[in-house]
């Protein structure tokens, strides 16, 4: 399934007022690489509804060799800065897919564990969701948003991934 920039630029300009509302983040962490243009698209629009620049992350973690086969671990390229304090904040991970959950999984599971300060709220919003049986298992107090749903097997292709 091919989506273009503009569907996916449209479908994260109409789900962010329902996050602003229901979330309210306060920080910001962009999962790379496929998740840095929609955390791009967030972050402006948050600041265009809102007047505020929300502090924002990125991290680069990979669960795949490519997406037809997939890794059994996570491959961690870049964390959080050692002294990133998540303390207090309404923190919302933003990925483009969340597909087998594992990255997600060990995303949230780690920044539950409290090593960069305990958030006030955790967060996920993705572009898609593939319902699908899912590898890893969020932390219950998880809020977890999607533009879409994808109920086929067919892979999600993104314009920035060429």
């Known amino acids: 399934m091919r989506v273009s920039f503009d569907e996916v630029n449209d479908q994260i300009r109409t789900k962010i007022p329902v996050i602003l509302s229901e979330f309210q983040p306060t920080l910001l962490i962009a999962v790379g690489c496929g998740g840095f243009v929609p955390a791009s698209i967030a972050r402006n629009t948050i600041r265009t509804h809102t007047g505020t620049t929300l502090p924002t992350f990125a991290i680069i973690l990979s669960s795949y060799s490519n997406h037809k086969q997939k890794d059994s671990g996570i491959n961690v390229s870049q964390w959080l800065p050692s002294d990133a304090d998540l303390s207090g904040h309404n923190v919302l991970i933003i990925d483009e897919i969340d597909d087998s959950r594992q990255t997600l999984a060990y995303i949230t599971n ?48 993104y314009p920035w991934k060429g």
């Open 110 to 157: 780690r920044i539950h564990s409290g090593a960069n300060g305990v958030p006030n709220r955790l967060g996920v919003f993705v572009v898609h969701n593939r319902i699908t049986t899912k590898k890893g298992v969020f932390p219950e107090s998880l809020s977890h948003y999607s533009c879409q749903e994808v109920h086929s097997d067919e892979w999600v292709e």
